[in-house]
């Protein structure tokens, strides 16, 4: 079924692209009218085009226009002037759809041409990224296109406050990471008058950057505001003094891929004559089998410098997809606690979930999305069944010449990191730069001693040293540099 599938969209697609070329070379038409345009007609060109939208005229009949303006906005504002293959992945993310980009093709320029005519409508368009940074970087970078066009453009980061959020919310288009996005709309639902709701203007169009790692896996995560409970810690330390004296396999069993523990007879008999109880499944003692479990959860599925680290007392989590870490996150239902006590570290208060919303769900509310990534055709039957999303390829601008060789599969782990020494120190030697990716804080600092031993220079680049970030990245390209980073 999945074959077919692929087979219909592949041909849907083709016929698609087709279309899309006629409009590029209406557009490329225009380019000697807009080119002989003095810069102070493109802010009037525009605000006319909002006019005639305001009149009833489909955004798709002002598609051509609208990007030929803002192609030339962005040769005069920043010096870049979009391909016709960009123009194409303007066109798809306005149908609302996903439009698959090799890496170094523009996906950050290509999105002005969709933002800028989905501006026309005044209702804003959110531009999601996967961190801060990005967020940032983008919008000061696409800034002076947007403005070249009598537009505006704000950004959301961690730490602003609401006016700051409300004032870049009003901008023509807005950048900003998915949770703040998600946490932003849970506030609002929770505010108590309409003033103080930042996202006053709803959810009109989103177009979401690494678009297969935000709503594909991340699709399930939840974002949640919570508030501390009225509850006494003392349990949690005395659960976590129980289950370290619990054998595996005789009082309880640990299920990996659930990521849950659960108590066996025996365990459950050893537990009521530690804690000195009749039944922990009394009326009054019902708590206990909660806590155990998450103390065993806590024990046996939570790795210190994988799931999360220590640092100033606290336990910080590390996000599982960016490898960065989350301050002031905490995980619910008394699993941070249980960790804070396996940790030997003050253990606060429980949180009580305010309000909640998954990741799918909320980018759903939205009335038209799109995304962009340099790898969405491997989950294009998820992406439909799911968002209702195609997924178009777009040609390259030029040909490709990156070479990709089969995947290597050991037996073992100890052979996989045998032969990754083992190239490593082979490639160094020709002096190229060299990218070792890895899945956890774990990995990275075990493959890092194993470079060590041989005598390799190299930086790892994991939640651990996210302050020295910048420099690492900056010098990682440089000859002979070794550079470890998590995800």
């Given at each position: 079924m999945a074959g077919l599938l692929s087979r219909i969209f592949g041909d849907a697609n083709e016929r698609n692209l087709r279309a899309l070329r006629q409009v590029v070379a209406r557009i490329n038409a225009r380019d000697a009218e807009a080119k002989g345009l003095p810069d102070s007609a493109f802010p009037e060109r525009f605000a006319a085009l909002r006019e005639r939208r305001k009149g009833g005229a489909p955004l798709d009949t002002l598609i051509e226009e609208s990007f030929a303006l803002t192609r030339e906005a962005a040769r005069r504002a920043i010096g870049l002037r979009p391909f016709d293959v960009q123009l194409i992945g303007g066109m798809v993310l306005h149908q609302g759809?996903?439009?698959?980009?090799?890496?170094?093709?523009?996906?950050?320029?290509?999105a002005t041409l969709p933002v800028a005519l989905n501006a026309l409508d005044g209702k804003g368009v959110h531009l999601i990224t996967v961190n801060d940074y990005l967020a940032r970087r983008d919008c000061e970078w696409m800034g002076p296109v947007y403005r070249f066009l009598g537009m505006k453009a704000g950004a959301i980061q961690a730490d602003m406050d609401p006016s700051a959020r409300r004032e870049a919310y009003a901008c023509d288009v807005t950048y900003g990471t998915n949770s703040e996005f998600g946490f932003d709309y849970l506030r609002d639902n929770m505010a108590v008058r309409r003033e103080d709701q930042v996202q006053q203007r709803g959810r009109h169009y989103a177009i979401v950057d690494e678009v297969?790692?935000?709503?594909?896996?991340?699709?399930?995560?939840?974002l949640i505001i919570s508030g501390?409970?009225?509850e006494s810690t003392d349990k949690y330390a005395m659960a976590d003094q129980v289950a370290r004296r619990l054998t595996p396999g005789e009082h309880f069993e640990i299920k990996e891929k659930e990521h849950h523990a659960i108590l066996l007879e025996d365990g459950i008999h050893r537990i009521e004559k530690e804690l000195g109880v009749e039944s922990m499944y009394a009326e009054l003692e019902m708590d206990w089998p909660h806590h155990i479990e998450q103390a065993l959860r806590a024990s046996h599925l939570y790795r210190r410098d994988k799931e999360y680290v220590v640092q100033d007392g606290e336990v910080i989590i590390v996000d599982e997809f960016t490898g960065r870490l989350q301050p002031g996150r905490r995980w619910s239902e008394g699993l941070h606690q249980a960790i804070e006590a396996k940790e030997k570290l003050r253990i606060k208060r429980e949180n009580q979930t305010l309000a909640t919303v998954t990741i799918q769900n909320f980018f759903k509310m939205y009335g038209k999305l799109s995304g962009m990534t340099g790898t969405a055709s491997t989950e294009a039957d998820e992406f439909h069944k799911?968002?209702?999303?195609?997924?178009?390829?777009?040609?390259?601008?030029?040909?490709?010449?990156?070479?990709?060789?089969q995947d290597k599969i050991f037996r073992t782990a100890k052979e996989k990191y045998e032969a990754i020494e083992e190239e490593v120190a082979r490639v160094h030697e020709s002096g190229r730069p060299i990218l070792l990716?890895?899945?956890?804080?774990?990995?990275?600092?075990?493959?890092?001693?194993?470079?060590?031993?041989?005598g390799i220079p190299h930086e790892v680049l994991n939640a651990k040293q996210h302050a020295r970030e910048a420099q690492i990245v900056a010098e990682a390209g440089e000859k002979g540099r070794v550079t470890i980073a998590t995800n």
């Amino acid at each position: 079924m999945a074959g077919l599938l692929s087979r219909i969209f592949g041909d849907a697609n083709e016929r698609n692209l087709r279309a899309l070329r006629q409009v590029v070379a209406r557009i490329n038409a225009r380019d000697a009218e807009a080119k002989g345009l003095p810069d102070s007609a493109f802010p009037e060109r525009f605000a006319a085009l909002r006019e005639r939208r305001k009149g009833g005229a489909p955004l798709d009949t002002l598609i051509e226009e609208s990007f030929a303006l803002t192609r030339e906005a962005a040769r005069r504002a920043i010096g870049l002037r979009p391909f016709d293959v960009q123009l194409i992945g303007g066109m798809v993310l306005h149908q609302g759809k996903i439009a698959e980009m090799a890496t170094g093709e523009g996906k950050t320029l290509v999105a002005t041409l969709p933002v800028a005519l989905n501006a026309l409508d005044g209702k804003g368009v959110h531009l999601i990224t996967v961190n801060d940074y990005l967020a940032r970087r983008d919008c000061e970078w696409m800034g002076p296109v947007y403005r070249f066009l009598g537009m505006k453009a704000g950004a959301i980061q961690a730490d602003m406050d609401p006016s700051a959020r409300r004032e870049a919310y009003a901008c023509d288009v807005t950048y900003g990471t998915n949770s703040e996005f998600g946490f932003d709309y849970l506030r609002d639902n929770m505010a108590v008058r309409r003033e103080d709701q930042v996202q006053q203007r709803g959810r009109h169009y989103a177009i979401v950057d690494e678009v297969d790692s935000i709503l594909i896996d991340e699709a399930r995560t939840p974002l949640i505001i919570s508030g501390p409970a009225e509850e006494s810690t003392d349990k949690y330390a005395m659960a976590d003094q129980v289950a370290r004296r619990l054998t595996p396999g005789e009082h309880f069993e640990i299920k990996e891929k659930e990521h849950h523990a659960i108590l066996l007879e025996d365990g459950i008999h050893r537990i009521e004559k530690e804690l000195g109880v009749e039944s922990m499944y009394a009326e009054l003692e019902m708590d206990w089998p909660h806590h155990i479990e998450q103390a065993l959860r806590a024990s046996h599925l939570y790795r210190r410098d994988k799931e999360y680290v220590v640092q100033d007392g606290e336990v910080i989590i590390v996000d599982e997809f960016t490898g960065r870490l989350q301050p002031g996150r905490r995980w619910s239902e008394g699993l941070h606690q249980a960790i804070e006590a396996k940790e030997k570290l003050r253990i606060k208060r429980e949180n009580q979930t305010l309000a909640t919303v998954t990741i799918q769900n909320f980018f759903k509310m939205y009335g038209k999305l799109s995304g962009m990534t340099g790898t969405a055709s491997t989950e294009a039957d998820e992406f439909h069944k799911i968002y209702r999303l195609e997924v178009v390829v777009i040609p390259t601008n030029r040909p490709m010449r990156r070479i990709s060789h089969q995947d290597k599969i050991f037996r073992t782990a100890k052979e996989k990191y045998e032969a990754i020494e083992e190239e490593v120190a082979r490639v160094h030697e020709s002096g190229r730069p060299i990218l070792l990716g890895t899945t956890s804080i774990e990995n990275s600092e075990m493959l890092s001693g194993r470079l060590k031993r041989r005598g390799i220079p190299h930086e790892v680049l994991n939640a651990k040293q996210h302050a020295r970030e910048a420099q690492i990245v900056a010098e990682a390209g440089e000859k002979g540099r070794v550079t470890i980073a998590t995800n």
